[in-house]
């Protein structure tokens, strides 16, 4: 199975900061990675896919980039409603593996 | 608006089983791929099982495999876990989701998109 580790697991960080994230694949996936937006008590949202495009409805302080092994989630300026859990998953193969997930806390 | 509506958790002892479904509205269901995830209480997210639009072919999570069974009735536009000799670390909110394209290639079935609020299943003597 495709090990995911997400860094760090938390994250204190205040409206309009720029905030990264990054997900580290233990194989290369090429670009199969997707990332979630995850609020409490509510199912999570999917923000992105093929590591850099959006979904749509997604706003565009939402980023995404990388290949292979090594991604990044980029918010260019935190929003209030920002404030959540966010998770990587890779979907190269079989069986979907998911980060553990950053906790992005209001400073 | 795409629509994904989970049932069927609720308390159950282990051992025993429990059947959830996911009601699908909004588009066209018999063209999507479906999967379950499920998530622990306090834990991360855990792929479960998916099934292709046409149901010709099923993958479960090895932790899972032999006792939990995905199926779909395009024709009711719901999607089925069948879970049987469930366990203590069974116990999570389970949500189905939407792949993103329709009738999907071998990659694009694996791209989620849309989620359902999901059900809590509670294993527990």
């Known amino acids: 199975d495709i090990q995911m580790t997400q860094s760090p697991s938390s994250l204190s960080a205040s409206v309009g900061d720029r905030v990264t994230i990054t997900c580290r694949a233990s194989?290369?996936?090429?670009?199969?990675l997707a990332w979630f937006q995850q609020k409490p008590g509510k199912a999570p949202k999917s923000l992105i896919y093929a590591a850099s495009s959006l979904h749509s409805g997604v706003p565009s302080r939402f980023s995404g980039s990388g290949s292979g092994t090594d991604f990044t989630l980029t918010i260019s300026s935190l929003q209030p409603e920002d404030f959540a859990t966010y998770y990587c998953?890779?979907?190269?193969?079989?069986?979907?593996?998911f980060g553990g997930g950053t906790e992005v806390e209001i400073k | 608006q795409e629509q994904l509506v989970e049932s069927g958790g609720g308390v159950v002892q282990p051992g025993t089983s429990l059947r959830l479904s996911c009601a699908a509205s909004g588009f066209t269901f018999g063209a999507y791929a479906m999967h379950w995830v499920r998530q622990a209480p306090g834990k991360g997210l855990e792929w479960v099982a998916v099934?292709?639009?046409?149901?010709?072919?099923?993958k479960y999570a090895d932790s899972v495999k032999g006792r939990f069974t995905i199926s779909r009735d395009n024709s009711e536009n719901t999607l089925y876990l069948q879970m049987n000799s469930l366990r203590g670390e069974d116990t999570a909110v389970y949500y189905c989701?939407?792949?993103?394209?329709?009738?999907?290639?071998?990659?694009?079935?694996?791209?989620?998109?849309?989620w359902g609020q999901g059900t809590l299943v509670t294993v527990s003597s």
């Open positions: 099934i292709l639009y046409d149901k010709s072919d099923k």
């Open positions: 998953q890779q979907y190269n193969s079989y069986p979907l593996t």
């Open positions: 194989q290369g996936i090429t670009n199969y």
């Open positions: 989701a939407r792949t993103r394209a329709a009738y999907c290639d071998t990659t694009t079935c694996r791209e989620f998109v849309y």
